[in-house]
């Protein structure tokens, strides 16, 4: 099995910084594209960016110039450097992978439980 688990969240005031990491652990051939999803209360669940396993990111259009996605291939790491944050920030965050789990098998997307990241005004 392919378990994802981030770490990183918390509470921070406007302005601030965050870091998250997301940790991929289990039985698997390769991992290629990883994200960064987030979801507020009563809202969608919205992409916050997203990089291959080459390293060309994307990122919502809400975070461009704030939020830098990386990632440690040897490691499996996944991370989100969060600065200039604001309180409509505030929010689950939840790291998503697709997976090889063998050589010849179809990606499988895997989410993790989720962190919440809340900003004060």
């Known amino acids: 099995q392919v378990q994802l688990v981030e770490s990183g969240g918390g509470l921070v005031q406007a302005g601030g910084s965050l870091r998250l990491s997301c940790a991929t652990s289990?039985?698997?051939?390769?991992?290629?594209?990883m994200g960064w999803y987030r979801q507020a209360p009563g809202k969608q669940r919205d992409l916050v960016a997203t990089?291959?396993?080459?390293?060309?990111?994307d990122y919502g259009d809400s975070v461009k110039g704030r939020f830098t996605i990386s990632r440690d291939n040897a490691k499996n790491i996944l991370y989100l450097q969060m600065d200039s944050l604001k309180p409509e920030d505030t929010a689950v965050y939840y790291c998503?992978?697709?997976?090889?789990?063998?050589?010849?098998?179809?990606?499988?997307?895997?989410w993790g439980q989720g962190t919440q990241v809340t900003v004060s005004s």
């Open positions: 998503n992978a697709a997976v090889l789990r063998y050589t010849y098998s179809s990606p499988q997307r895997y």
């Open positions: 289990g039985t698997f051939f390769r991992i290629n594209t």
């Open positions: 990089i291959s396993s080459g390293g060309s990111t």
